[in-house]
């Protein structure tokens, strides 16, 4: 029997349990992040073998598209293969050019700049508003110029952006609307699903994100006249996908485009967690109300803040953070979370002040909320499978603190 044959039929043979219990080791040290197996996906990957289809667009391709484009209440889904490659088609689709500029957080992870930069136009970076860590609408704006094509908004931690308020000066000016929910899927704005509050939005199930598959993404449209150009731009700039419908005898090079469409096992694996969403985010929004809970004294006690966010949104209990109280003070915190065996990183380096950022963007406006929240936040360990291991987060978290401030250091 060829040994993959065998390995199917040994991982048929166990449990959904016994799978998980194979693939996910312990170890005594909490890290940020852990990936878990939640479903069905390793079963999903022998099915998507044995269905002969290893390229994308196949079964599960299909499927992952159709749950996200319901859970993003959006026209249409399309899954790629991350969340920067559906901001590379979103930048496509809003058709920038070299002069054009797109207004943006700061404080995002680069994908969001690179995207506009590799369309040769010119990222303009604004300031944060401190209540939510999203865009202030006021410094959009501010910033908006006859140049402006589009506004990329980040849903920072899960929590979107004040979406009407960018709506209210997009729409004026013909501007495109992008969000960037690489962490927001399951959020709501004002009751409506992020991923469906702009034109379009950009998704990310790399390892650290919700609901996962290693790498990957989805791109939603929620205006029918962009689908079929998104389509073509997923498949290198050809009609593949018209003619795997039936609607042309063969497919040919028609637009712009590149290879942003992940395979099959990927699509599998992801599906197996798109099943789950709803535990995966209950489970992470209890985690989130227990942070919040155990660490309620800490703004009051020890001047350390706590996420904040406007009651117009519900978050997906993607991220937690901490903002310290000074930069040298995290520091601190951080490394003695790691002597005792819990990972706490920081977040985003401001682009504005990255050397990419300087080179291919400008800032618009100063960026002092960008700056001294860049400096001071942390993120605590959050994942599926924390439930036995937040207490022991929490109290160490807790212990730090008060050592750091009996011993002065660093405030
Ligand atoms: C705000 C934001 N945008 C874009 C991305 C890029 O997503 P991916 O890692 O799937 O390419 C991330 C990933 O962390 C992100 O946090």
Not at 30 to 39: A, E, K, T
Not at 74 to 101: F, Q, R
Not at 221 to 245: C, H, P
Request: charged letters at 20%; one cysteine or more; aromatic letters at 6%.
């Amino acid at each position: 029997m060829p040994q993959n044959s065998s390995v199917r039929v040994q991982l048929n043979r166990l449990s959904v349990e016994e799978q998980h219990a194979v693939a996910a080791p312990r170890n005594a040290s909490i890290p940020f992040n852990r990936p878990s197996l939640v479903g069905r996906e390793l079963n999903n990957i022998v099915e998507a073998i044995e269905r002969g289809q290893l390229s994308g667009d196949g079964h599960f391709t299909a499927e992952c598209n159709a749950i996200i484009a319901r859970l993003a209440g959006s026209a249409s889904a399309l899954l790629t293969h991350s969340g920067t490659a559906a901001l590379e088609m979103a930048a496509i689709l809003c058709d920038l050019k070299p002069g054009d500029e797109v207004i943006l957080p700061s404080f995002t992870f680069v994908s969001t700049a690179n995207a506009v930069v590799l369309r040769g136009a010119t990222p303009v970076f604004v300031d944060i508003d401190p209540a939510t860590l999203n865009l202030n609408p006021a410094r959009v704006a501010e910033a908006v110029t006859p140049r402006t094509r589009a506004i990329f908004a980040v849903h920072y931690a899960g929590f979107p952006a004040d979406m009407d308020a960018l709506a209210d000066i997009a729409s004026p000016r013909d501007l495109l609307l992008v969000e960037d929910a690489a962490q927001a899927l399951g959020s709501t704005y004002k009751g409506r699903p992020a991923g469906s509050l702009g034109d379009m939005g950009a998704f990310s199930f790399h390892e650290t994100k919700n609901i996962l598959s290693g790498e990957g993404g989805a791109l939603t449209l929620n205006t029918s006249d962009l689908v079929d150009r998104a389509r073509i731009i997923r498949e290198k700039g050809t009609n593949r996908s018209q003619f795997i419908d039936g609607l042309v005898d063969k497919y040919t090079w028609v637009d712009l485009g590149s290879s942003y469409l992940p395979g099959e096992l990927i699509a599998a694996f992801l599906h197996g967690q798109l099943e789950q969403v709803g535990e995966i985010t209950r489970r992470r929004r209890r985690l989130f109300d227990r942070y919040l809970e155990g660490l309620a004294i800490l703004p009051a006690r020890h001047g350390i803040g706590l996420p904040r966010w406007s009651p117009a949104v519900r978050g997906n209990g993607h991220m937690f953070y901490l903002l310290l109280r000074s930069a040298a003070q995290r520091s601190a915190f951080i490394a003695a979370m790691r002597e005792e065996g819990i990972g706490t990183p920081f977040h985003y380096v401001p682009l504005h002040s990255s050397p990419g950022g300087q080179r291919f963007g400008r800032s618009a406006g100063a960026m002092e909320h960008t700056d001294r929240t860049a400096e001071r936040l942390v993120r605590l360990p959050m994942f599926f499978d924390l439930e036995d291991e937040i207490e022991r987060v929490l109290d160490t978290c807790l212990r730090v603190v008060t050592r750091l401030d009996r011993s002065g250091a660093a405030c």
